[in-house]
């Protein structure tokens, strides 16, 4: 009898664990939802992608070489 109880108990644990375990691991979602499209819009989308244009202009002017995309080092 006191087996069955141990196991009884023990099995107990183990679904409250899986119970449990959904709830407590479970988190809001962050960030911005896609719209009606599929697509992200919003300020911080524009930003990320002025910034990216940027870094892409200035990526491009280092690797072909363009001398007006690099500043003189001042001292």
Same mark, same amino acid.
């Given at each position: %009898?006191?087996?069955? $109880?141990? +196991?009884?108990? $023990?099995?107990? &644990? =183990?679904?409250?664990? &899986?119970?449990?375990?959904?709830? =407590? ?7 911005? !939802? ?6 992200? !819009?919003?300020?911080? %989308?524009?930003? %990320?992608?002025?910034? %990216?244009?940027?870094? *892409? ?9 363009? /001398? +007006? +995309?690099?500043? /003189? *080092?001042?001292?």
């Amino acid at each position: %009898m006191r087996k069955f $109880v141990m +196991s009884l108990a $023990v099995a107990g &644990v =183990l679904a409250a664990g &899986v119970v449990a375990a959904p709830v =407590l691991y479970a988190e809001e979602p962050q960030g911005p !939802t896609p719209g009606p499209g599929g697509s992200m !819009t919003g300020p911080d %989308m524009q930003r %990320m992608m002025a910034m %990216m244009g940027m870094c *892409h202009k200035m990526m491009q002017g280092a690797m072909m070489g363009d /001398p +007006s +995309s690099q500043q /003189p *080092h001042g001292k």
